[in-house]
């Protein structure tokens, strides 16, 4: 029997996950990309609520989720690359040999940390890699086929290239207070072994290599990437077999997702951010070339909790964060009271809704970029962030 939504849940965890809004029916589909929980037992229960109320979850680990603690050491997780395995087990778990009828996995998707795993447990899936939905026809609607896509990746530094603030204004923010290296918590509770940090290039992979905001270093985010090749091979000859976005005569549509940013204009510019050193830690370029190679029709993404929802080099990216509870007072306080937002439905009707791929949602950044270009030459701080820092 043929599912009705895929709703999309952005920055998601586990008091979201446990909370979520009882109006949801148990026929949704739910993506999350990335930062589930840090703690192993709040991943479980995540993922275990995930299951109760969903037919299927698609997952793509963050960087919280990759923490390492002595909590796991009996299991032989010792490094951030041990915790993305167990994080792809735990998904994994409780798994049946059965199928959701009209659900089909993507055929390469046996490729090792980016493996679809389903679970089952007479409830929901949880998936770590691509599926291919086959969607019957529905009023309107031709039969059409759905390609979900997560991809893994890392975040470098170098990714991003525009224009620092002047040191003076960084300095003065920092004065008397603990360096962004000193007090970003993936640089103490993310662990690399030396061969991932030294990548294919043979740089030098000590820790400090990746403890940095400055370092052109960026095997740990080609090692991510690297992990999605194998299907995603499989879905670019997807993507390209299909004319005119049609394949077989059903129509194809392709959504990707991934926790870092793809593309710098998904982030505002620096003199917008509380913390102007953020876009050192949260972007991938290999992502962006798997993200263009892809050409999906829409790319969610996470980690920044920066609503948005834009169209940059012919393909739309969207984030919808839920928020940390903290948050959820402050700038996720819509999206905790909105919820998740349906991205595509297979039948439409229901709130007016049309089916297939939904619309752009309205965000304010979406908004401020299509009155103001960007500008990246401009430092006058916001007067947000301004007020923030006085009252440190
Ligand atoms: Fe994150």
């Known amino acids: 029997m043929m599912r009705r939504e895929i709703t999309c849940l952005f920055a998601f965890n586990a008091h979201i996950t446990l909370t979520l809004p009882p109006s949801l029916p148990p026929s949704v589909r739910s993506s999350l990309p990335g930062d589930i929980a840090s703690n192993p037992s709040n991943f479980r229960a995540a993922l275990a609520a995930a299951r109760r109320r969903f037919h299927a979850t698609f997952i793509v680990a963050g960087n919280h989720d990759l923490w390492v603690s002595s909590a796991l050491a009996e299991e032989g997780v010792v490094d951030s690359i041990d915790k993305l395995a167990w994080v792809h087990k735990v998904a994994a778990e409780e798994d049946e040999d059965g199928r959701e009828d009209g659900e089909q996995k993507s055929s390469s998707s046996s490729s090792s940390s980016g493996s679809s795993s389903s679970s089952r447990n007479k409830r929901g899936k949880i998936y770590t890699g691509p599926v291919l939905l086959h969607l019957p026809p529905h009023l309107s609607l031709p039969p059409s086929l759905l390609l979900l896509v997560p991809l893994l990746s890392w975040y470098h530094p170098s990714w991003d290239t525009e224009p620092d603030l002047p040191a003076e204004i960084l300095a003065e923010l ?138 940059v080099g012919g393909i739309r990216y969207l984030q919808w964060p839920l928020g940390s509870v903290g948050e959820q007072g402050r700038q996720t306080g819509e999206m905790s009271l909105k919820g998740p937002v349906v991205v595509f439905d297979s039948k439409g009707g229901e709130g007016g809704r049309e089916g297939g791929l939904q619309g752009e949602v309205p965000t304010r950044w979406g908004a401020h970029y299509k009155e103001e270009g960007r500008d990246v030459l401009k430092t006058e701080l916001a007067p947000w962030v301004k007020m923030y820092w006085n009252r440190r």
């Open 174 to 311: 920092y004065k008397g207070r603990p360096s962004f290296e000193q007090c970003w918590a993936d640089f103490r509770y993310c662990k690399w072994p030396e061969e991932v940090v030294r990548g294919e290039g043979g740089r030098e992979g000590g820790r400090e290599e990746w403890v940095s905001t400055t370092t052109r270093n960026r095997g740990i985010a080609e090692w991510f990437a690297k992990q999605n090749e194998g299907f995603l091979e499989d879905a670019r000859v997807r993507v390209e077999t299909r004319e005119g976005g049609r394949e077989g005569g059903r129509k194809v549509v392709v959504i990707s997702f991934s926790h870092f940013l793809p593309r710098e204009e998904l982030c505002p510019e620096k003199r917008f951010l509380i913390e102007p050193m953020l876009t050192k830690v949260i972007g991938s370029r290999p992502l962006r070339e798997q993200v263009e190679r892809l050409k999906p029709d829409l790319h969610l993404f996470g980690h920044t909790h920066i609503p948005l929802d834009i169209e």
